[in-house]
T-cell receptor
Framework: KQEVTQIPAALSVPEGENLVLNCSFT??????LQWFRQDPGKGLTSLLL?????REQTSGRLNASLDKSSGRSTLYIAASQPGDSATYLC???????????FGSGTKLNVKP | GAVVSQHPSWVICKSGTSVKIECRSL??????MFWYRQFPKQSLMLMAT?????????EQGVEKDKFLINHASLTLSTLTVTSAHPEDSSFYIC???????????????FGPGTRLTVL
């Protein structure tokens, strides 16, 4: 069964810092990987989607990379802002089952 | 991007009653919808997958008679928590995907969630 792990569980940084969130998964036979943001008591907002054939995706200050063979993905946030404070979740989708397996999330706090 | 709505956003009910939660895809046809639950400070756990017009597929450990799922149309799925008990209190989130949206590559779009509190 696919297991998704996110490190660190929590991260607190001063505003303006660049940071990296890590996601690892045990079964490399994935269809795609998606990064989400969740604000307290709210649903999920999709940030970036990387197909299994892709190496990275970028959107604004966010860059996500995927190394399928090693079972890893990173989310890079440049010039962090207090508004980036949220929990970041990664999820992998397995090809034939259309299921998402979620990591436990990284709770980010960006201090002004 | 695609929009998924849930109703209600929060509900409080008495133990033993049933609660229905709706999940709608507002601007696309959702061939598949997913229901998740999330306990405080934990990640999302998939409960079931529903395809339009067919029975839902439940994950191991999820009681299908307690969590009734109906996906009667391409834009609506419902989750009914029957005979709810305090341990069913949780945050329920649905998501939807469409194989017809070529540019989204089966991307999942999530609803805002429903907070259920059972007294």
């Amino acid at each position: 069964k696919q297991e998704v792990t996110q490190i660190p569980a929590a991260l607190s940084v001063p505003e303006g810092e660049n940071l990296v969130l890590n996601c690892s998964f045990t079964d490399s036979a994935i269809y795609n990987l998606q990064w989400f943001r969740q604000d307290p008591g709210k649903g999920l907002t999709s940030l970036l989607l990387i197909q299994s054939s892709q190496r990275e995706q970028t959107s604004g200050r966010l860059n996500a990379s995927l190394d399928k063979s090693s079972g890893r993905s990173t989310l890079y946030i440049a010039a962090s802002q207090p508004g980036d404070s949220a929990t970041y979740l990664c999820a992998v989708k397995e090809g034939n089952f259309n299921k998402f397996y979620f990591g436990s999330g990284t709770k980010l706090n960006v201090k002004p | 991007g695609a929009v998924v709505s849930q109703h209600p956003s929060w509900v409080i009910c008495k133990s033993g009653t049933s609660v229905k939660i709706e999940c709608r895809s507002l601007d696309f046809q959702a061939t598949t919808m997913f229901w998740y639950r999330q306990f405080p400070k934990q990640s999302l756990m998939l409960m079931a997958t529903s395809n339009e017009g067919s029975k839902a597929t439940y994950e191991q450990g999820v009681e299908k008679d307690k969590f009734l799922i109906n996906h009667a149309s391409l834009t609506l799925s419902t989750l009914t928590v029957t005979s709810a008990h305090p341990e069913d209190s949780s945050f329920y989130i649905c998501s939807a995907s469409s194989s017809g949206r070529a540019y989204s590559y089966n991307e999942q779009f999530f609803g805002p969630g429903t907070r259920l509190t059972v007294l």
